[in-house]
């Protein structure tokens, strides 16, 4: 038994030398503790910009293909005789066709929202701001995060 304690204690030990003598370097874990330069910073928001800007063209996309097909169907039902044939029908319908408008309105009002803030000419706007010296807007520095600053932009 004892010799098991002593063999435990120099193990110990080794470890203790063996990580007293490895410099570790400190990961950053947010944006307040690592040092990013400027150029840094105007790539993250590069990044930043094209990921949301997919994310934008996506929900105007749908939003406005929506409210198309809606208005389509709806112009479609008020010129044909289905009210008059089939009242339940017609009105089932025409329900759907206006929640159709109104989700498909109420998302591409989201994405033209998104595009004021994340579109190209606000990028532009934000990078020649930032390249004079101008602090990033309060909402992109929320927005920015970490892994923006690691990879290079698609």
Do not use: W
Not at 9 to 23: E, I
Not at 27 to 47: E, K
Not at 54 to 60: C, D, G, H
Request: glycine share 6%; aromatic share 10%.
């Amino acid at each position: 038994m004892f010799r098991a304690i002593l063999l435990m204690a120099a193990g110990c030990g080794l470890a203790a030398t063996a990580s007293a003598q490895v410099p570790t370097a400190p990961i950053h874990s947010d944006l307040s503790t690592a040092r990013y330069d400027r150029t840094d910073t105007l790539r993250a928001v590069m990044h930043l910009f094209i990921q949301r800007s997919r994310a934008t063209r996506s929900i105007l996309q749908m939003g406005m293909s929506t409210v198309a097909t809606a208005a389509v169907e709806k112009a479609a039902l008020s010129a044909s005789e289905m009210k008059r044939r089939d009242k339940s029908f017609y009105k089932a319908r025409q329900q759907e066709t206006n929640s159709d408008l109104l989700v498909g309105g109420l998302a591409t009002t989201y994405g033209l929202f998104r595009l004021s803030r994340f579109g190209p000419q606000q990028y532009q706007r934000v990078t020649e701001a930032y390249e004079q010296g101008a602090p990033l807007p309060p909402y992109l520095t929320r927005k920015l995060k970490t892994k923006y600053f690691r990879f290079q932009p698609l």
